[in-house]
């Protein structure tokens, strides 16, 4: 649970964030990616943007939800993941919790050329927080992280939210 201007919220995390959080009514920053489903809104929390952006591409893959996600990441380091993709180590995959050999296989196969682009250069890494959320705004409204990352690229890297957000729209829109 994390108290966000008196406004609790639950924030699921992989388990190298969970160690990485200060001690209990300590600030925090996490990055966040937010899963709207029509049962619920879930919240994922991230220590670094490397372990964000691995998240986001795990959920790409059909058949891997984000817990699914999650808990590759709890299993494996970002590092690691890339070493076993790189590697197409099926062995280091299979040792995560809810994942067989077939799911392991799928994984590598789907993420081959994928990760390490994704984690380092990742168009989910936005300059700043505004950006961050001009981004989840325009994902949120059924545009392509790609998409989104290109119409940041068009705005000032002083501006609000919300006229970055009309301006990223009329960048997508031409």
Do not use: W
């Amino acid at each position: 649970m994390v108290d966000c201007a008196g406004v609790g919220y639950v924030v699921d995390v992989p388990m190298s964030t969970f160690f990485q959080l200060p001690d209990v009514r300590q600030p925090v920053t996490l990055l966040t990616h937010l899963v709207v489903r029509e049962d619920a809104h879930v919240l994922f929390g991230f220590a670094t943007a490397e372990e964000r952006n691995a998240f986001r591409q795990l959920i790409r893959i059909s058949g891997v939800g984000p817990r699914t996600a999650l808990s590759i990441l709890s299993g494996l380091s970002v590092s690691d993941l890339v070493q076993a993709v790189a590697r197409q180590e099926v062995s280091r995959l299979v040792k995560v919790p809810g994942i067989g050999k077939k799911t392991a296989e799928r994984l590598l196969l789907e993420l081959k050329g994928k990760m390490a682009d994704a984690i380092h250069d990742g168009p989910s890494a936005p300059t700043t927080a505004v950006h961050d959320d001009i981004a989840q705004a325009l994902v949120a409204l059924g545009y392509s992280e790609k998409e989104a990352s290109l119409a940041l690229k068009t705005l000032p890297t002083e501006v609000s939210v919300s006229e970055g957000i009309k301006l990223a729209l009329k960048a997508l829109s031409q």
